[in-house]
């Protein structure tokens, strides 16, 4: 039988109307906004923290992946299925892909093979346009700064060569890391120095993900601190009465979306940070959106654990008062390979010695996940290159750590293949679930924060700043925001911050490059090692092998 792909699946299923799959949250039609027959709006009068209390939530996080990633979607997907053909009431709570991956190397974020979310093409293309008024909200407070610099109407002096904010497009454009505006003579602006960001690291995007309603969300947005007069005083969006308008143009992008999964169980999609140059969760919104309306959530936070589920726990779980029950640990038996020391052309080559050799990278990931007082399941994401000797193995040194190791079939088999993953997690949630504790207190020092997860979590012997970050961290000081989170900035590739330090590194320093604050999200963001808020397309980007034909049908799209 010939392979199907991840779209032709999806193009495959008959989707029932929405108000089928908002029936099973109990929420009638006449209470969401619909866009379409298969994608809705939920509002946020659903939400209620009583039930949120009563409710579960799981984690799926991942150990440190290969470049392709190793299925955390799929699994959160899968696990969905696999917990409502265990009769548990359960909702899949996402975040929404973004177009750099989907037209570069990563592909979408829509599941894969019998564990997807449909419509795929919709979820990972335009959607319900919660990306366009991102990236519309952030560009209106760039525009404003630069029309405040040669206004002479309410000038606030702002002293160009400080501002920190950039403009932000949601693809991979290395070009406009760094540029130069404003050029071609007074009527065109001040000249001076900018930058772009990509959207899912946009501050706009880290606001829309932590705000509680519409009016913190408001309060936030008047909160971002753009940078200083020219006598030193800080200047913030509210400085140029830019929030209502930024929040006009949100007012739908904060409401949650709803959509199905290829079983016709409800998946919530909303929000779309990465994990290692932003928080890499969901918004806050939609997590509680699905623990009030649903006995179990699942959720996924992206890259590692050492970056989305850190800062899913310290961060999003602390601020939201979120109780996590069980952690599920994605491990594929190529990034077990990869990590124990195999080249890419032998990720696929059955081999015990390396898979028990990069064992170490799950191991340091298990052990992190009981420091938060969590009990983790790690799910084996299987695939056809995995020989049952391997996966025994796994099975066996998990075992031996206390921890239950599962084969998740979910890619090819849907629900039916994760129902064993679906009974060991809701073992975990209803028997042995203690009460989730953060690694450290937002009121800490900002330093004391650093080291903590970098020393704690990554295993890092020190860390170093550098005269930059030495300097910024002076100014967070004195703009008096040593109370915010630490939103680590850090390749995804390794504990540390040099990329090629697979497997478990140790001894090794984390270097500071500098702190970027994002005051509306309460965030400070060290930025380690090389790392960049705008990624570059590969050499050969995926759009490449992107068709559309007459009728509108896509392929090539993953």
């Not at 379409?36 to 799981?58: C, S, T, Y």
């Not at 960001?197 to 408001?218: G, K, Q, R, W």
């Not at 979306?257 to 919530?268: C, G, H, R, S």
């Amino acid at each position: 039988m010939a392979h199907l792909s991840d779209i032709e699946i999806a193009q495959a299923k008959t989707l029932v109307h929405i108000k089928e799959i908002a029936a099973k949250l109990n929420v009638g039609e006449d209470t969401m906004e619909m866009y379409g027959k298969f994608k809705a709006k939920l509002p946020l009068g659903l939400i209620d923290e009583e039930k949120i209390k009563n409710n579960n939530l799981v984690l799926v996080t991942a150990l440190t992946p290969t470049p392709a990633g190793e299925g955390k979607t799929t699994v959160s997907i899968g696990l969905t299925e696999g917990l409502n053909k265990i009769g548990k009431q359960a909702t899949v709570v996402l975040r929404e892909p973004s177009l750099g991956p989907v037209f570069g190397i990563k592909g979408g974020a829509a599941g894969g093979g019998y564990s997807q979310v449909v419509p795929m093409e919709d979820i990972n293309l335009h959607f319900t346009g919660d990306f366009n008024a991102i990236e519309k909200a952030n560009n209106l407070l760039s525009a404003l700064i630069d029309n405040n610099l040669q206004s002479k109407v309410n000038n606030l002096n702002i002293d160009a060569r400080t501002i920190l904010w950039k403009r932000v497009i949601d693809m991979n454009d290395r070009a406009l890391r760094d540029i130069t505006i404003g050029l071609g003579g007074t009527a065109n602006g001040v000249p001076r120095q900018d930058g772009f960001n990509i959207t899912p690291a946009s501050e706009v995007m880290a606001i829309l993900c932590m705000a509680t309603d519409f009016e913190n969300l408001i309060k936030r947005l008047g909160d971002i601190f753009i940078g200083f007069t020219f006598d030193k005083k800080p200047i913030f969006a509210r400085d140029l009465n830019a929030e209502n308008a930024m929040a006009i143009l949100l007012k739908d992008a904060i409401k949650p979306n709803l959509v199905q999964t290829l079983e016709e169980n409800p998946a919530i999609i909303h929000g779309g940070p990465f994990a290692n140059i932003a928080q890499g969760t969901n918004t806050l919104l939609a997590t509680k959106m699905g623990l009030s309306l649903s006995n179990y959530v699942v959720t996924e936070a992206g890259f590692g654990a050492d970056l989305g589920a850190e800062k899913f726990l310290n961060i999003k779980s602390s601020f939201g008062e979120l109780n996590p029950k069980c952690v599920v640990l994605v491990a594929t038996i190529r990034a077990l390979r990869h990590h124990g020391g195999a080249k890419k052309e032998e990720y696929n080559t059955p081999n015990l010695e390396r898979v028990k050799d990069g064992f170490k990278n799950l191991e340091k990931h298990i052990e992190n996940i009981r420091k938060f007082n969590i009990e983790p399941v790690v799910a084996i994401n299987s695939f056809v290159s995995d020989s049952d000797e391997e996966v025994n193995l796994i099975k066996e040194m998990c075992s031996a750590l206390g921890v239950d190791a599962v084969l998740s079939e979910g890619w090819a088999k849907g629900g039916e293949g994760t129902k064993n993953l679906a009974e060991a997690v809701a073992d975990v949630v209803e028997n042995k679930a203690t009460q989730f504790k953060p690694l450290y207190d937002w009121k800490s020092p900002v330093k004391e924060k650093i080291e903590i997860i970098a020393k704690e979590i990554y295993g890092a012997a020190k860390v170093e700043y550098s005269k930059k970050a030495q300097l910024n961290l002076r100014r967070i000081d004195r703009l008096g925001f040593n109370d915010f989170a630490v939103c680590m900035a850090k390749t995804q590739k390794s504990f540390s911050d040099n990329e090629y330090l697979i497997g478990r590194p140790t001894g090794f320093t984390v270097t500071v490059r500098e702190i970027e604050i994002a005051a509306g999200a309460q965030f400070i963001i060290p930025i380690l090692g090389k790392m960049m808020r705008m990624p570059g397309l590969p050499a050969r980007p995926a759009s490449e092998g992107m068709t559309i034909d007459n009728n509108g049908v896509i392929s090539g799209l993953s």
